[in-house]
């Protein structure tokens, strides 16, 4: 299964449509719904955070690895206090947690990002603000990972 706080920002009529309040929302419902899967009787075989820019490849990525027996969290993911409640989580119900890293240079991203259609997205300024938070902070085994891959 896949989670990702993007699929909450599409309108009833297909529109992405992306903004500051939009966004938290959306990470609001995402993590519901993380909860609610990490409930059910038959738990997934881990969870793999994929964490990484906008447009850094993450969904291109897990197209071609996807595993049905794990649970993945497609985001940014660019500091470890967002990173935390899921890997407490899934560690709380036994299960292990790794973390595919995408490091994509910025300006590959920020090219990719726009090329994409317009409602798609992510302002400039936002993907280097990720950056540079990413920069700062990657993730360590120390927050608890079983495993951290790089991509890109």
Not at 82 to 100: C, D, L, N, T, W
Request: hydrophobic share 45%; glycine share 4%; net charge neutral.
């Amino acid at each position: 299964m896949i989670i990702s706080p993007d699929s909450y920002l599409f309108t009833e009529d297909g529109t992405y449509l992306w903004s500051v309040p939009r966004v938290k929302a959306a990470w609001n419902s995402a993590r519901t719904e993380f909860q609610r899967v990490l409930s059910w009787p038959v738990k997934p075989s881990k969870v793999v955070l994929l964490m990484g820019m906008p447009a850094s490849g993450k969904s291109t990525w897990l197209a071609e690895h996807e595993d049905e027996t794990v649970l993945y969290f497609d985001a940014c993911l660019d500091l470890p206090w967002k990173r935390e409640p899921f890997i407490k989580q899934a560690r709380a119900m036994g299960i292990s947690v790794e973390v595919v890293w995408f490091c994509t240079p910025l300006e590959v991203c920020i090219e990719r990002n726009a090329a994409r259609s317009p409602d798609r997205q992510v302002p400039a300024d936002v993907i280097r603000a990720m950056a540079r938070k990413i920069a700062s902070s990657p993730p360590t085994e120390g927050e608890g990972f079983a495993l951290i891959r790089w991509e890109g």
